[in-house]
């Protein structure tokens, strides 16, 4: 149960259990964004779920094509900038009136209305660091160690081509039947991917 | 590359906007033209520039260490005008900071792609802007030892921040914009810098950028959360940097001295920053897009659209310099009206009609297309309008302080040799910084460029394309973009 859990998180981040013999998946090289789409979308009509598709630039649609919902990080930094506001309108509320409350020119030691800049201020700062700590949790990153890195012509995905790459972990994963429908989307260059787990995967 | 959408009888099957990218270059291409940059042997002519700028880095240590050795008294800094360049350097620095905060954030918000191939840019501009403002206030509180009293960490007096004072709020301010900022820029740097490490030789080159780029292979359940948080940084940056301007003009008009206590301060601030900041952007891509060949990606158009919000903002700022003058003699206060009046007429009269004739007057150039299409034209009036800008805040300063309630305070200020020195070596580290950020970071968004393209767009291949639609078995020999 836990382990199941465990597995659905980690596929949300794109982390892919091998299987028992080291195999990570089989990755397909296909030539455009519309091939992937299209490829996405049928290897999720196919009943493949544990599959991801790496390009160098977001591919309009392909959350769809790949059965993904909306991204949660908006609820996360909701969460983020109230505590960011709650924490700004005690610490000055605290400090001023609590803590060392000094007379200033007969003002009061706390009230809104000069608090509202350092508010906004703080509110912003606690979104922003929320929003980038959840991307970064939600993805799963910072990853060194990724089984991907081993294959030479998986370096050109941040540069010019377009990747699907179909989980070992998959209930319907078959190295040699996937290779074949991966094949009959139009994917070249199909190689599969093990995970050694050795450092320096990318290194020559 | 026959078929791209811009060469004649193709244009016809395109729906989106107009390319950004000319000269039909392919992904790869692109990949190569910006990557080569941060990966070629060092130019000698960067070597060159980077002595230049580091030699300006030693010049501020100097002065600063001067200051702090001596004290405040070393800058022309004194009653009546207690706030003298230091200040002036601080706004305009801010200020410059603006734009490219604007670029990457509101223009995102907006849709404007153009934006794509400058944001890189203009957002390392922001941060060093920045960098270079924070140097001024915290070297003019005098105790710069003691500097961590203005935030919220407990000390040996037991004592907290005044938080009702302006000033105060500008630490939050400037500090929050400075985190945010560089936030937003990395972020949008970790697929460029994944880029770069895929194609780096050198193993330390590989090990660094590896840990930079945080293992990014351009997933896509990646993407889907780094969209969505981009957004928001870029819905999160919009408020802010109207804010940071705002409350910089805070610093001002919530004191009671004519001619500072205004309620016009925050928008015209805003405008004004945004102003001198695209001016500065021109500045830089002009001599950037040249340099290192990005005649391509940095277009004509971009550099165009950029002198429109230069015209917009500038007359936005003339339109303000007006309105505090009807102001002023509206409101009856007699102090008001002789703060504006000394201003255009009295001792600094000079630097009144400097800042006028830059920021007023100058940009009205652009209302001609061929002269806001003209780079050495747009080069010039950018200079121009950073030094109007820079007058601006002189004007403010100098000429409200200078002259308050009682003739018998008058002074007049001058600055002294380390003051000038001091804002000269600021603009050594800038460009140290710039430098730098020229020489190892992509200084356009590859990613982003590409993914305006219309052959990003999966249904570009829908009508386009010559059969390697999907399902073609084989390799296209541009991989890129299935047309060959």
């Given amino acids: ?204 | 590359m026959a078929n791209q959408p811009q060469s004649g009888e193709q244009t016809e099957y395109y729906e989106g906007p107009p390319t950004m990218v000319k000269g039909g270059l392919s992904f790869h291409e692109i990949t190569n033209l910006i990557s080569h940059h941060a990966e070629k042997k060092t130019p000698s002519a960067w070597l060159a520039a980077f002595g230049v700028a580091s030699l300006g880095v030693v010049l501020l240590l100097t002065m600063l260490a001067y200051q702090v050795w001596n004290g405040v008294g070393v800058w022309g800094n004194n009653q009546p005008v207690a706030w003298g360049w230091p200040i002036v350097n601080f706004v305009f620095w801010v200020g410059i900071g603006h734009a490219g905060t604007l670029i990457s954030a509101i223009l995102f918000l907006f849709r404007q792609e153009w934006r794509t191939s400058i944001n890189r840019a203009a957002e390392a501009m922001t941060i060093f802007a920045v960098i270079c403002a924070l140097i001024f206030p915290t070297f003019h509180v005098g105790r710069v030892w003691v500097v961590y009293w203005m935030l919220p960490i407990p000390n040996q007096m037991e004592m907290w921040p005044q938080f009702k004072s302006p000033l105060l709020w500008d630490v939050f301010a400037v500090s929050v914009y400075f985190t945010v900022s560089l936030l937003f820029w990395y972020v949008g740097l970790i697929p460029d810098l994944a880029t770069l490490r895929d194609r780096a030789k050198n193993i330390w080159r590989k090990r660094v950028l590896g840990f930079f780029s945080l293992g990014w292979t351009g997933a896509n359940r990646h993407w889907r959360n780094y969209e969505k948080t981009y957004l928001i940084l870029a819905g999160l940056a919009t408020p802010l940097v109207l804010s940071v301007h705002s409350v910089v003009s805070f610093d001002f008009a919530v004191s009671i001295i004519p001619g500072w206590h205004t309620t016009i301060f925050p928008p015209y601030f805003v405008a004004g920053a945004i102003f001198s900041g695209f001016a500065m952007v021109v500045t830089l891509l002009v001599i950037s897009r040249k340099v290192y060949g990005l005649e391509n990606l940095i277009t004509l158009d971009h550099l165009e659209k950029m002198n429109i919000i230069i015209l917009v903002t500038g007359t936005m700022v003339g339109f303000a310099y007006i309105t505090e003058f009807f102001v002023a003699w509206y409101s009856m206060v007699e102090y008001e009206q002789y703060a504006f009046l000394n201003r255009a007429i009295g001792p600094y009269a000079w630097a009144y009609w400097i800042m006028m004739t830059c920021n007023l007057i100058a940009p009205q150039f652009f209302w001609v297309k061929k002269l806001r299409r003209n780079v050495t034209f747009m080069f010039i009036i950018s200079i121009v309008v950073n030094i109007g800008m820079w007058f601006e805040r002189f004007v403010i300063t100098i000429t409200s302080l200078h002259r308050d309630f009682l003739p018998s305070s008058w002074g007049y200020y001058s600055p002294t040799i380390v003051d000038v020195l001091t804002f000269v070596g600021s603009f050594g580290l800038f460009f140290f910084l710039f430098l730098l950020f020229l020489r190892f970071v992509p200084m356009v968004a590859v990613s982003e460029v590409k993914g305006v393209m219309p052959e990003a767009d999966p249904h570009y291949y829908d009508d386009h394309g010559d059969g390697h639609g999907a399902g073609t078995p084989e390799p296209a020999t541009t991989p890129s973009g299935g047309s060959s």
């Fill in chain 1, 1 to 204: 149960m836990l382990n199941e859990f465990i597995r659905e998180i980690k596929l949300s981040m794109g982390i892919f259990e091998s299987n028992s013999d080291q195999t990570y998946g089989v990755l397909a090289e296909f030539s455009d964004p519309g091939a992937l789409l299209d490829a996405a979308r049928e290897t999720r009509k196919a009943g493949y779920r544990h599959f991801d598709t790496h390009s160098p630039f977001p591919v309009h649609g392909m959350d769809k094509a790949m059965g993904l919902g909306q991204s949660k990080i908006g609820f996360i930094v909701f969460g983020g900038a109230i505590f960011g506001l709650a924490l700004a309108t005690w610490m000055q509320w605290w400090m001023g009136a609590v803590d060392y409350p000094l007379n200033i020119s007969g003002k009061p030691f706390f009230s809104t209305e000069p608090s509202t800049p350092v508010m906004f201020e703080v509110t912003i700062l606690f979104s922003a660091l929320t929003a980038v700590a959840a991307m970064l949790a939600f993805n799963g990153l910072p990853r060194p160690y990724n089984p991907l890195f081993y294959s030479e012509n998986f370096r050109r995905a941040t540069d010019d081509s377009f990747f699907l790459h179909v989980g070992a972990s998959d209930d319907l994963f078959d190295e040699e039947d996937t290779k074949d429908f991966l094949k009959s989307l139009g994917g070249y260059n199909i190689e599969e991917i093990k995970d050694l787990g050795e450092a320096n995967a990318t290194s020559d």
